[in-house]
Protein backbone atom coordinates (compact mmCIF):
# COMPACT_ATOMS: atom_id res chain seq x y z
CA UNK A 1 0.00 0.00 0.00
CA UNK A 2 1.26 3.32 -0.93
CA UNK A 3 1.77 5.89 1.82
CA UNK A 4 2.86 9.10 1.67
CA UNK A 5 3.32 11.48 4.88
CA UNK A 6 4.23 15.23 4.53
CA UNK A 7 5.59 17.45 7.48
CA UNK A 8 6.94 20.60 8.03
CA UNK A 9 4.71 23.31 7.38
CA UNK A 10 3.66 25.86 9.58
CA UNK A 11 3.72 29.48 10.37
CA UNK A 12 6.24 31.74 8.30
CA UNK A 13 6.56 35.32 7.85
CA UNK A 14 6.44 36.77 4.27
CA UNK A 15 9.95 36.22 2.50
CA UNK A 16 10.65 33.82 4.96
CA UNK A 17 11.35 30.22 3.87
CA UNK A 18 10.21 26.55 5.06
CA UNK A 19 11.59 22.58 3.79
CA UNK A 20 8.75 20.25 3.28
CA UNK A 21 9.23 16.65 3.62
CA UNK A 22 7.57 13.33 2.51
CA UNK A 23 8.22 10.27 3.51
CA UNK A 24 7.09 7.43 1.56
CA UNK A 25 6.85 3.52 1.98
CA UNK A 26 4.58 0.97 0.44
CA UNK A 27 6.36 1.05 -3.22
CA UNK A 28 9.96 1.30 -4.73
CA UNK A 29 10.38 4.98 -4.34
CA UNK A 30 13.59 5.20 -5.93
CA UNK A 31 12.41 4.38 -9.23
CA UNK A 32 8.94 6.56 -8.73
CA UNK A 33 7.93 9.85 -10.38
CA UNK A 34 7.04 12.14 -7.61
CA UNK A 35 5.37 15.37 -7.35
CA UNK A 36 4.16 18.09 -5.26
CA UNK A 37 0.87 19.92 -5.35
CA UNK A 38 -1.06 22.60 -3.43
CA UNK A 39 -4.47 23.78 -2.18
CA UNK A 40 -5.12 27.14 -1.22
CA UNK A 41 -8.55 27.81 0.86
CA UNK A 42 -11.52 27.65 -1.80
CA UNK A 43 -9.17 26.79 -4.89
CA UNK A 44 -8.27 23.46 -6.80
CA UNK A 45 -5.18 21.42 -6.44
CA UNK A 46 -2.35 23.22 -8.41
CA UNK A 47 0.67 21.15 -9.93
CA UNK A 48 4.06 22.68 -7.97
CA UNK A 49 6.68 20.64 -8.91
CA UNK A 50 7.87 17.49 -10.11
CA UNK A 51 11.21 14.52 -9.78
CA UNK A 52 12.08 12.19 -12.09
CA UNK A 53 13.50 8.80 -11.02
CA UNK A 54 16.49 10.36 -13.03
CA UNK A 55 17.08 13.54 -11.17
CA UNK A 56 15.19 15.53 -13.46
CA UNK A 57 13.29 18.75 -12.24
CA UNK A 58 10.40 20.37 -13.38
CA UNK A 59 8.01 23.32 -11.91
CA UNK A 60 5.36 25.26 -12.06
CA UNK A 61 6.41 28.73 -13.96
CA UNK A 62 4.91 30.74 -11.53
CA UNK A 63 7.33 29.45 -8.89
CA UNK A 64 11.07 28.75 -10.82
CA UNK A 65 13.45 30.29 -9.00
CA UNK A 66 11.95 30.52 -5.41
CA UNK A 67 10.70 26.43 -5.00
CA UNK A 68 13.14 23.79 -5.27
CA UNK A 69 11.98 19.84 -5.06
CA UNK A 70 15.03 17.26 -4.42
CA UNK A 71 14.66 13.60 -3.30
CA UNK A 72 16.96 11.06 -0.60
CA UNK A 73 16.49 7.93 -2.36
CA UNK A 74 18.47 6.16 0.23
CA UNK A 75 15.48 7.66 2.63
CA UNK A 76 12.68 7.28 0.77
CA UNK A 77 12.05 10.94 1.10
CA UNK A 78 10.38 13.37 -1.06
CA UNK A 79 11.56 17.16 -0.24
CA UNK A 80 10.05 20.29 -1.37
CA UNK A 81 12.35 24.00 -0.45
CA UNK A 82 10.53 27.15 -0.17
CA UNK A 83 12.10 30.36 -0.52
CA UNK A 84 10.82 34.11 -0.41
CA UNK A 85 7.29 33.05 0.25
CA UNK A 86 4.35 35.22 -0.06
CA UNK A 87 0.66 35.41 1.89
CA UNK A 88 -0.65 33.59 -2.04
CA UNK A 89 1.49 30.42 -1.09
CA UNK A 90 -0.83 29.79 1.72
CA UNK A 91 -2.39 26.30 1.59
CA UNK A 92 -1.92 22.92 2.16
CA UNK A 93 0.89 21.25 0.35
CA UNK A 94 0.46 17.38 -0.66
CA UNK A 95 3.28 14.93 -2.02
CA UNK A 96 1.91 13.01 -4.58
CA UNK A 97 3.03 9.46 -6.85
CA UNK A 98 2.91 9.15 -10.59
CA UNK A 99 0.17 6.77 -11.97
CA UNK A 100 -2.31 6.14 -14.40
CA UNK A 101 -0.88 8.68 -16.44
CA UNK A 102 -1.63 11.46 -13.38
CA UNK A 103 0.98 13.37 -11.28
CA UNK A 104 -1.07 12.06 -8.19
CA UNK A 105 -2.66 8.81 -9.78
CA UNK A 106 -0.43 7.01 -8.01
CA UNK A 107 -1.51 8.02 -4.40
CA UNK A 108 -1.46 11.42 -2.16
CA UNK A 109 -0.72 12.35 1.29
CA UNK A 110 -2.60 13.89 3.99
CA UNK A 111 -1.04 17.14 3.28
CA UNK A 112 0.80 19.44 5.73
CA UNK A 113 -0.55 23.69 5.99
CA UNK A 114 1.51 25.98 5.09
CA UNK A 115 0.65 29.74 5.95
CA UNK A 116 2.55 32.93 5.39
CA UNK A 117 1.62 35.52 6.98
CA UNK A 118 2.47 38.27 9.23
Known amino acids: EVQLVESGGGLVQPGGSLRLSCAAS????????MSWARQAPGKGLEWVAS???????TYADSLKGRFAISRDNAKNTLYLHMNSLKPEDTAVYYC????????????RGQGTQVTVSS
Open 26 to 33: GFTFATSH
Open 51 to 57: IYSTGTT
Open 96 to 107: AKWGSGSHYGGG
